[in-house]
């Protein structure tokens, strides 16, 4: 996927270095001459373990190269990053001036469809200030995606490359998970929230946006890299008093006989309504989760008593 990256600043110069290690063709885009020069001899303004040999074998690779033609880097890709800084400004909120200003040029640059990503720090509400500047000059259409960061300096390099968790936003479009694959960044520990009406219909729904983005493979194959992918299925209902609760906590065991398999661990029983709050709680249905044995393995002491287990196989076939 070519992918340009603009502001090489912190942010920028990591995203970058670590999506062309993922095998994209990266364009590092800023304003700053001096600093596009020494990026070319693989000088960095920065330290970070691991970072300075990314640059290096990723620009001798051809896979990543620097540049200060911002629109010819937009021209040349199909997703844009703006990593550009938000200093404080005068009240001490994030001034938005660089942000918006990429924005812009982002629109008048754009050759083809386009998802647009906003890395950089930015207030809630600012997604539809960066569509709206793009939308000035597009002439294709776009998606803005937000996925602020949060590096760890010290630890940038091994964050990217193996973060703890991703979360994504509600998916209302094949375009969030589509670029997902394509960088290759599914790690084990992402959260994804997805609308449904219960967790298996969630799984129907992530096979259908997998269908949806283009994926030329078989239904029986998409399901197959479902349930390797999926381990929990954490259900939140709006309840008749207004409120949200988790009613169902199940777990995707596995694909047998063209199906994936779940095994519901904790469900919510309703105990009655008092006129203004729904009364019960999340119970445990007494079956072994599946990963018990991995977690114990790695030392991890998960009292099976949580889930009501009482370590009974006639018990838990009778549960079942
Ligand atoms: N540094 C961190 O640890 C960190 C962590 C999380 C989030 N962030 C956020 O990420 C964003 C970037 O931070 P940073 O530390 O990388 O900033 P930085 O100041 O190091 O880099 C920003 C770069 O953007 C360039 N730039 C500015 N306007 C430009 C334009 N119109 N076109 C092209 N390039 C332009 C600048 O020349 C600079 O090189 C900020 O919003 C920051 O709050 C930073």
Redesign the pocket.
């Known amino acids: 996927m070519n992918i340009a990256v603009?502001?090489?600043?912190?942010?920028?110069?990591?995203v970058g270095a670590c999506l062309a290690e993922t095998g994209n063709q990266v364009a590092g885009?800023?304003?700053?001459a001096s600093?596009i020069d020494r990026l070319k001899q693989n000088i960095l303004?920065?330290y970070e373990p691991g970072l300075e040999d990314l640059v290096e074998r990723n620009q001798a690779a051809g896979r990543l190269s620097f540049t200060?033609d911002?629109r010819d880097a937009i021209g040349r890709s199909e997703v844009a990053f703006i990593?550009?800084?938000?200093?404080p400004g005068e009240d001490g909120s994030?001034d938005l001036?660089?942000?918006l200003?990429?924005a812009e040029?982002i629109g008048k640059a754009m050759k083809r469809e386009m998802v647009v990503v906003t890395?950089?720090?930015?207030p809630v509400g600012t997604a539809a200030k960066v569509a709206d500047c793009v939308a000035k000059h597009a002439k294709h259409p776009f998606h803005v995606v937000s996925n602020?960061?949060?590096?760890?300096?010290g630890a940038?390099v091994a964050d990217f490359m193996r973060p703890d968790r991703i979360v994504i936003g509600e998916c209302r479009g094949p375009e969030a998970l589509d670029m997902l694959q394509a960088m290759k960044t599914g790690h084990a520990g992402s959260l994804t929230t997805i609308h449904s009406n219960g967790p298996r219909d969630a799984l129907a729904r992530i096979e259908t946006m997998v269908l949806m983005s283009g994926a030329d493979l078989p239904l029986r194959a998409i399901r197959e890299q479902v349930a390797a992918a999926i381990d929990l299925v954490v259900y939140v209902e709006r309840m008749q008093d207004g409120t949200r609760k988790i009613t169902q906590i199940s777990e995707v065991r596995g694909y047998e006989s063209e199906l994936i398999t779940m095994q519901d661990l904790f469900v919510f029983q309703r105990e009655g309504y008092d006129g203004q709050h729904v009364l019960g709680g999340l119970r445990p249905t007494g079956i072994r989760p599946g990963f018990s044995d991995q977690l114990t393995s790695r030392g991890i002491d998960l009292p099976l008593n949580w889930f009501g287990y009482e370590g009974d196989a006639a018990f838990e076939a009778d549960r079942s």
């Open positions: 603009v502001g090489t600043g912190y942010v920028g110069l990591v885009a800023d304003v700053d600093k303004p920065i200060t911002v990593a550009v800084g938000t200093p994030a001036r660089h942000v200003a990429v040029e890395k950089s720090t930015v602020p960061e949060f590096l760890k300096e940038a």
